[in-house]
């Protein structure tokens, strides 16, 4: 009997293709839709009717089934309500990890299992292995080191790494194209996303204000000795490494070093003074590997768009690690992922505490 795979067709190339590859393979293929919010008139955000309809029209030319799995209340709670909260609390967070957390890989997969389901599958640039010899799921980079996307799956369990097809992983980005094109599919050539999905103008604070309630209260600039270099907006508009939009004049250029919640004050200086070799994160998840009994020497990034760096990494008490730089790293940010490899191999991430 055929594998029975639901597919997460977000609309774009990459979901298409994965299901179109699932199908070559043989598989018994359900097209799934996420919708994710009820605006209407906002088409930009990800789950909006235009993207419903795109993935629905390319299943259709593809002859497989597709449905819309309705999970609005949950990606509030989990993914937006979060990502209010973390701004709020002096963080700048990444969404997309606990989309992929607790909705794709989460929600979707447990509704999958209980249709009968084998598998769920979708369009990330990564690649699942079972380890025979350490009875372990693993996961890997994809093959296309420019889009590789493990950064944001490391917080994925032993469960959901078993019960996940990632086809596109062992290809590059304009085979796929070529291959929907091939086969006819009318997304073949629809642009890549960018912006955070609920965010598309970019505009994150206006979200804070409209979604959240959020009231950005102005205070203090202040350098290093205390001294006022101006006002700002409110602590939610800025975040550690910001250059642009400050409105302070200097003699040199100034950044964000940090924020102070208790003062309401934000921290400017040099760029010099950006760069640290040491961090603490917390929610660890051990992904590949379980949590070793030491300190272990890994590559790791603080940001998706960073390559990795030789780093220590040492388990801590309460889930959490200490991981100290061979060289300083720049505008290290809480509330972001720090994710560490061997090799192609993704050994696990937390986020960033402040």
């Not at 309705?70 to 979060?82: E, G, H, T, W």
């Amino acid at each position: 009997m055929a594998q029975r795979v639901f597919a997460a067709m977000s609309g774009g190339v990459d979901s298409a293709a994965a299901a179109l590859l699932l199908q070559q393979a043989g598989c018994d293929v359900t097209g799934v839709t996420l919708r994710l919010h009820h605006y209407k008139d906002r088409p930009g955000l990800c789950g909006s009717a235009d993207d419903i309809e795109t993935a629905r029209s390319v299943a259709a030319g593809m002859g497989i089934p597709h449905v819309v799995l309705d999970l609005c209340d949950l990606f509030k709670k989990q993914v937006m309500d979060r990502f209010v909260w973390a701004y709020t609390h002096g963080r700048t967070p990444n969404p997309c990890i606990d989309c992929n957390r607790e909705i794709k890989f989460g929600a979707l997969l447990d509704w999958a299992l209980d249709q009968g389901a084998d598998a769920i599958a979708t369009g990330h640039y990564a690649r699942v292995r079972f380890d025979e010899a350490a009875h372990r799921w693993q996961l890997l980079r994809g093959a296309d080191r420019r889009k590789d996307q493990t950064y944001f799956l490391y917080q994925l369990t032993q469960h959901q790494l078993a019960h996940l097809l990632l086809p596109v992983g062992d290809y590059e980005k304009p085979a796929l194209r070529a291959l929907a094109a091939a086969h006819g599919l009318s997304n073949a050539q629809k642009a890549d996303s960018q912006d955070i999905c609920f965010v598309p103008d970019g505009d994150y604070v206006s979200f804070l204000r409209q979604y959240g309630g959020v009231e950005p209260v102005p205070g203090d600039f202040v350098d290093e000795s205390g001294q006022v270099l101006g006002r700002h907006q409110g602590l939610e508009c800025y975040t550690i490494g910001q250059r642009k939009g400050l409105g302070v004049s200097a003699n040199a250029p100034l950044y964000v070093l940090g924020k102070d919640l208790d003062h309401g004050t934000v921290l400017l200086g040099g760029d010099d003074r950006l760069y640290t070799r040491e961090l603490t994160a917390e929610r660890v998840n051990w992904l590949s590997i379980p949590e070793p009994n030491g300190p272990l020497p890994v590559t790791a990034k603080t940001r998706y768009s960073q390559r990795e760096a030789a780093a220590t990494v040492e388990p801590l008490p309460g889930g959490r690690i200490r991981m100290v730089f061979a060289e300083p790293q720049r505008a290290i940010t809480p509330g972001q992922a720090v994710v560490f490899y061997d090799g192609d191999l993704v050994l696990g991430g937390g986020t960033i505490c402040p």
